[in-house]
């Protein structure tokens, strides 16, 4: 089981038979599950200033999806899910899991996005090949270790609106057209590099993205907030460089994370196979 910023495709979820919890978004006085939100209004919402706001799933969500998935009959229930320095989703995991007649574990991903989604797939295709339980551990440990997650933003802005940067430095980034790259670190976004313009800001976070990759096979996927044609060139760079790269996603970001980076956002996941 996983939450809805980890992106993972619905087919893919079908396939693998990988639970999807909902995470909340408020827009104005409107709340409803984060796949129900459109990203042109969420986009416009932010523009427009109108009071933008996430929330995790409350634990009786947790409780009754992992009392439909304990009532398959399964061993026990791997729960994994996003940094519990950016929400207290895993938090309301371990209220409801605490309740529930099987054993449930819930892992801090301590990332977000594809690079929690791309663990979270290792892990159910090690499941549905066979793997007993301390295997599907094993493997997802493994992954969330290696995996690198780069965050390119337009503006600063949004991030400030939520805490994660002063107002001097969003207001410093405006004035001189900085645009940050940003990456987590030990669960927190953390500033990785900047260049001037969203160009040379991306060119580095290639090389950045291609660094990390090493010489053997890795997953890569690019998610955007609105910046499709970018992403995809992005993507395309990115397999041009990684020869050795298995899977590849081009993906809109999960709202939630969206309502936090703002429209042009650009995430790079890296994912060592």
């Known amino acids: 089981m996983t939450d809805s910023t980890a992106s993972v495709p619905p087919d893919v979820a079908e396939r693998l038979g990988i639970t999807v919890i909902q995470l909340e978004l408020r827009v104005g006085e409107e709340y409803d599950d984060e796949r129900r939100v459109p990203h042109e209004r969420l986009a416009q919402a932010l523009r427009d200033g109108v009071p933008v706001s996430t929330a995790p799933p409350p634990p009786p969500a947790f409780f009754w999806n992992y009392s439909d998935i304990a009532s398959t009959g399964v061993e026990a ?5 996003l940094s519990e320095g950016m929400s207290q989703t895993c938090e309301s995991a371990r209220v409801a899991a605490a309740e529930i007649g ?40 493994q992954r969330l270790r290696t995996t690198s997650e780069l965050l390119y933003v337009d503006t600063l802005e949004y991030l400030r609106r939520g805490g994660r940067v002063g107002r001097a430095q969003a207001m410093l980034g405006q004035t001189l057209s900085i645009k ?15 260049g001037v313009g969203p160009d040379r800001a991306l060119k580095k976070a290639v090389r950045t993205a291609v660094d990390r990759a090493g010489d053997g096979p890795v997953d890569i996927a690019v998610e955007h907030f609105q910046q499709g044609e970018r992403a ?33 956002a650009i995430g790079i996941t890296i994912s060592p196979a």
């Open 102 to 141: 099987v054993p449930v574990h819930v892992v801090d991903s301590r990332l977000c996005g594809l690079g929690l989604g791309y663990p979270v797939i290792a892990a159910a295709e090690a499941a549905a090949a066979g793997a007993t339980l301390q295997g599907v551990l094993g493997v997802l440990d």
């Open 77 to 81: 229930i791997v729960s994994v899910h």
């Open 232 to 264: 995809e060139e992005l993507g395309n760079r990115l397999q041009a460089r990684l020869p050795r790269s298995r899977k590849h996603m081009l993906e809109h970001t999960s709202a939630i994370i969206g309502a936090h980076t703002g429209p042009g």
């Open 180 to 194: 940050p790259v940003l990456t987590l670190r030990d669960g927190q976004l953390e500033p990785l590099t900047k």
